[in-house]
C-alpha cells in the first residue's frame, strides 16, 4: 500500500496526552473563574461570510486570513473572538440582556509566518462585558479582578497588571497639537527601557516636535511612584485638556474600585506608556505581565472601547473586555516548566484483572464509577509487569491488582504508584475511594 | 458609515446564551462520562494537508470537503474526527502507551446540502480503544456501558443499544456466494420495516440470487428474541463458515460481558440487520435508539475496525469505538423539548447594589466567590426595576440587594427568583451560601 507521511501543519499544537491534560486544566481553571464571575458562554462558528468578519478588517490582518471560496460563497476563519462577538451582538441584539457578559474560549486563525513559540491555529480565552448604550466605569476595575484570579489559579503569584487609560495619552497630543503624530510618538516612548531618556528624547527631536512639547512628554513619561502619586502628578502636570482631564478622572476612579475587588497593591500598576492598538480602545487599557518573565511579553491584555459594532448596527455598544493567548502561553509557561499538574493522568484508579472471570473486577470498576472515581480497567490479556507499566506510563496514581486470592479472601491492596506503597483494604469501593482521595 | 448586515452561514449553529449553557451542559455530562472510564483527551487541529487528510477519502465524503489553498499549500477542514486520529496515532506511535483510550470532542466540517437539522459545522464527540496488534474482544463490551451511562445521564430511561457482528453478515454472504452482491442485498433487507417479508423476499429473488440462498437470508433475518436465543438461533442456522462463526462466538462475548459491565437486558438487544458503513468496520457495530424517537435515527454509533492507520504506517492498529454528533442531537431534542436544563444561567446569584459606596457589596460579592458560589455584581446604575428584570431574563435563582439599611442593620434578604419568596439572613457569604446550596 502507498502510504502517506502521518504530519501535522507548522503552527498547528499537537499535544502527547500528558501535555494534553495540562493544556486542559490551565483551559478549564480560565473558564471556571469566568464563570464564578457569572458571565455566559458563547460559541460561534469558525467560518463566517469573509464579507462579515472583514466588514472592519483591513492592512495586516488581512493578509494573514485565511479566506477562500465553497462553490460561490467567500468564507473566511475567524480571526480573533471580538468581531464574531460584534456580529452576534449587533444580530442578537433584541434577544439579549444588557450589560451583556459573556466569555468565549475557541481557536482562532492567522496564517503568520512560522516560527518557535508562534502559532497559526490558537486559542483565545475572551471574557467582554458589553452595554447598551452606556456602560458605568466601574466595569473596567471588575475585569483586572478576574485577571488577579486566574493567575492566581494558575500558581502565580508574581505578576502584574498593568493599566493605563488611553484618553490621557489622547488627550496630552491634541494638548501638545500632535495628534496625527501619536503614533509616532508612542513608537519612540516605547523604545525607553532599551535606549534611554536621553536617546528618547533625541528622537522625539528629530520628529521636529518643538521643545516645550518634547518637555511635557519627558515630564509625562517620568512619572514615577504607586498609583495614587501617579494620578496626582498627572493632576499636576498642567495639561489643560478635557479628555486628557476625563482620562485622569477614569484612571482614578479604576485604581479605587480595583482595590474594592481584591486586587492587592503588589499586583497591579499604573503605567503611562501602554497604549495597545491604536484605534480600537478608546479608555482602560490593560496589560499583564509575569514579573520574573516579562519577555513573554503581556500574557492577558484588553480594554475598553467606545463601539462595539458599528460596523453591523447603529446601536452605540460600548463594552471592556480582556483576552488570554492561551495556546501561546502554555507553549511558553511549559516550556519554562512553569506549569504545575495537579493531577497527570485522567484515571485516578486503574483495576488489574489477574483472573479467567472478570466478573468481580468488572463490578468494582462500576461501583468505583458510581462513586464519582475515574476508573479505568486493563482489559488485555497481558503479563502482569506489562499492566504495571501501563499504568506507569500514563502516571495513574493508583493500582489495584485483582485476582483469584483477592476475590478469595475479599481483601485488596491499593498500591500507590508513586510511594510505592501498599494499603490493604476489605473488597469495597467505598473503602478504596477514602484511601485515594 | 456603510453597515453589513450581521448573519450567521446556513448550516452553522449559533446560539442565544440560555441555550448555550443547555449544550454545554450535555457536552460536559459526555465529557465527564468518558473521563469517569479513564479516556485521555485529545485535541487535534481544524486544517490539515489535504494529502494527509485524504489519503483515504473519496466519494462522497470528498466532494463535501472546505478545501483550499493558502499560499502553496493545499489544506482541508477535517470532515471527521476517525482521520485525525490515524494520524495523530501513526505519528506518535512510539509516545503512546496501548491500549491507547482517547476522547476527542470537537466541530468537524462538511458542505453537505444545508436543510433543517443538517449542519456543515458540527461537534462529534468521539471516544476510542486502539490496540497494538491486538485488542481483546472484551474492549467491545465496555464501549455499550459508556453509551448507557452517557444516556442515562442525558436523562434518558428508553433507549437500546442495538449490536451486531459484521462477520456474521460478511461469513453468511461468503457462505452464499454473495460475497459481491453484499451492499445490494443489504439495501434490500434494510427495507424489511417498511416493504414487508414478503415483498424483501421478491426483491431478492430480482438479484439473481437462487432460492436456496434467498431461503437462508430470510430465515436469518426471521430470528427473533432475547440475546441469548438469537445468539442460539444463529448458532443453528447451519451456515458452515468461519468468518461466521468466528462472528457469533464475539457477540455471544460480547452479550456476556455487556451485563458483566452492567447494561440492563432493557437497554440493548442484538440486532442482525445493522450493518454500518461497508468499508470500515469488521467485527461489532452499534447503533443506538430513543425507543420513543426512532425518527432520529441512530444517536450514537461505532463499531470495531481491523487497522485503524493502514494509510500512514504499517503497524497493525484495531481498534473500537463510538461517536455521538453533539450539534445535530442537541437540535433534534431541542426541538422535541427533551433536554432538561439544571441550571439555567451561570451565576447561582445576582447582588444588587443600591448604594453610593459599592465597598460592602464588591466584598459581599468576593467573598461569595471565594466560597465557590458562581456570583454576579450588578454594577450600572439603574432602578432597581431595571435590576430585577435582568436577573429574571437571565433566570439567574437568587438575588440580594444591598441598599443603605441593609448594611446599617448587617442583615439581607436572599430572594428566590422562582418562589418569589425571601429569606432574612446575616450580612455573611457563608450564612448565604447556605440557603442557595
Do not use: W
Not at 123 to 131: E, N, R
Amino acid at each position: 500500500m502507498n502510504r502517506t507521511e502521518p504530519r501535522t501543519l507548522a503552527g498547528f499544537m499537537e499535544l502527547l496526552p500528558e501535555e494534553q491534560i495540562l493544556f486542559n486544566q490551565m483551559k478549564e481553571k480560565i473558564e471556571k473563574t469566568y464563570q464564578k464571575y457569572g458571565f455566559l458562554p458563547l460559541d460561534t462558528p469558525i467560518i463566517e461570510l469573509s464579507e462579515v468578519l472583514l466588514a472592519k478588517a483591513g492592512g495586516e490582518t488581512e493578509k494573514q486570513i485565511y479566506r477562500f471560496n465553497k462553490g460561490e460563497t467567500d468564507l473566511s476563519l475567524r480571526f480573533d473572538l471580538t468581531v464574531p462577538l460584534s456580529k452576534y451582538v449587533a444580530k442578537n441584539y433584541g434577544n439579549l440582556s444588557f450589560p451583556f457578559r459573556r466569555y468565549q474560549i475557541g481557536k482562532v486563525y492567522r496564517g503568520e509566518k512560522t516560527q518557535k513559540g508562534r502559532f497559526r491555529e490558537f486559542y483565545q480565552c475572551d471574557m467582554d462585558i458589553i452595554g447598551d448604550g452606556e456602560l458605568d466605569v466601574i466595569n473596567d476595575s471588575e475585569l483586572p479582578s478576574i485577571i488577579y484570579t486566574i493567575f492566581k489559579e494558575l500558581g502565580f503569584d508574581r505578576f502584574t497588571i498593568c493599566i493605563n487609560n488611553r484618553k490621557i495619552l489622547n488627550g496630552l497630543f491634541a494638548y501638545l497639537g500632535q495628534k496625527e503624530r501619536a503614533v509616532e510618538i508612542l513608537r519612540v516612548i516605547d523604545k525607553m527601557d532599551k535606549i534611554g531618556k536621553q536617546a528618547v528624547s533625541e528622537e522625539l527631536g528629530k520628529l521636529e516636535i518643538d521643545k516645550q512639547a518634547i518637555e511635557k512628554i519627558m515630564s509625562f513619561i517620568a512619572i514615577e511612584g504607586n498609583p495614587d502619586q501617579k494620578i496626582q502628578n498627572l493632576e499636576n502636570l498642567g495639561i489643560d485638556n478635557e479628555v486628557y482631564t476625563k482620562g485622569v478622572e477614569e484612571l482614578k476612579e479604576v485604581v479605587k474600585n480595583i482595590r474594592l475587588f481584591g486586587v492587592p497593591d503588589t499586583n497591579f500598576k499604573v503605567d503611562l506608556t501602554i497604549a495597545r492598538g491604536l484605534d480600537y480602545y478608546t479608555g482602560t487599557v490593560y496589560e499583564t505581565f509575569l514579573n520574573d518573565y516579562r519577555e513573554l511579553g503581556s500574557v492577558c491584555s484588553g480594554g475598553r472601547y467606545e463601539n462595539l459594532a458599528e460596523y453591523y448596527t447603529d446601536k452605540k455598544l460600548p463594552g471592556v473586555g480582556i483576552s488570554i493567548g492561551l495556546t501561546r502561553l502554555f507553549y511558553k509557561l511549559n516550556e519554562l516548566n512553569l506549569i504545575k499538574a495537579e493531577q497527570k493522568s485522567i484515571a485516578e484508579i486503574l483495576i488489574i484483572p489477574m483472573v479467567e472471570d472478570l466478573e468481580k473486577p468488572i463490578a468494582l470498576a462500576s461501583q468505583l464509577r458510581n462513586l464519582g472515581v475515574k476508573t479505568e480497567i486493563y482489559l488485555n490479556e497481558k503479563k502482569l509487569k506489562t499492566k504495571f507499566k501501563y499504568a506507569d506510563k500514563l502516571k495513574i496514581p493508583y493500582v489495584i491488582v485483582v485476582g483469584e486470592d483477592e476475590i478469595t479472601n475479599h481483601k485488596l491492596k491499593v498500591k500507590n504508584m508513586e510511594t510505592g506503597e501498599e494499603q490493604e483494604v476489605i473488597f469495597d469501593a467505598t473503602k478504596i475511594k477514602e484511601i485515594i482521595r
